[in-house]
């Protein structure tokens, strides 16, 4: 049987105008009347993650493919762990990852264009900062040289025209 049969059909579409017939030019005039705030911004200092907290951010982006527990995961490519991990101990190779990318990771430096399996998120110099320490005092670390958002901004590239 078709479900789109016109005795189906016609009732449903009758309902729909009697429910939305009335009252829409009342609730669009009222919408029109009302002068709209400015815009603001759906998040403060925190970007498009909504949080500066490493641990969040981590569970956010970063556990999808080195894994909630820091193990790393092989598959469609291979995510090195943070657990045992020698480059765990240099906070600038974590961080210059994070902002360049390598191999299968994207770089989240900056807003990114036409990747297809990631969405353009970029992090601030505080946040990149918060996830590498997060790294490297947990999943069995124990750094104590924490990274500071002045020191990932320095590892950054000179913006053009500065």
């Given at each position: 049987m078709?479900?789109?049969?016109?005795?189906?059909?016609?009732?449903?579409?009758?309902?729909?105008?009697?429910?939305?017939?009335?009252?829409?030019p009342i609730w669009a005039a009222d919408n029109a009347a009302k002068p709209k705030a400015a815009a603001k911004p759906a998040v403060e200092d925190t970007g498009m993650m909504g949080t500066n907290s490493g641990e969040s951010i981590y569970k956010q982006i970063c556990a999808g493919c080195h894994m909630p527990d820091g193990r790393g995961a092989q598959g469609g490519g291979k995510y090195p762990a943070f657990v045992g991990n020698?480059?765990?101990?240099?906070?600038?190779?974590?961080?210059l990852t994070m902002l360049n990318g390598r191999r299968n990771m994207p770089a989240f430096s900056q807003p990114r264009k036409n990747e297809f399996y990631f969405p353009p998120v970029w992090l601030s110099d505080v946040q990149v900062a918060n996830v590498v320490n997060y790294i490297?005092?947990?999943?069995?670390?124990?750094?104590?040289d924490p990274i500071t958002a002045d020191?990932?901004?320095?590892?950054?590239?000179?913006?053009?025209g500065s």
């Open positions: 078709n479900p789109f049969h016109c005795k189906r059909a016609a009732p449903m579409v009758a309902l729909l105008v009697a429910l939305a017939g009335p009252g829409a020698a480059g765990v101990a240099s906070k600038q190779y974590i961080a490297r005092s947990n999943f069995g670390n124990n750094y104590p020191e990932v901004r320095a590892l950054k590239p000179a913006e053009k």
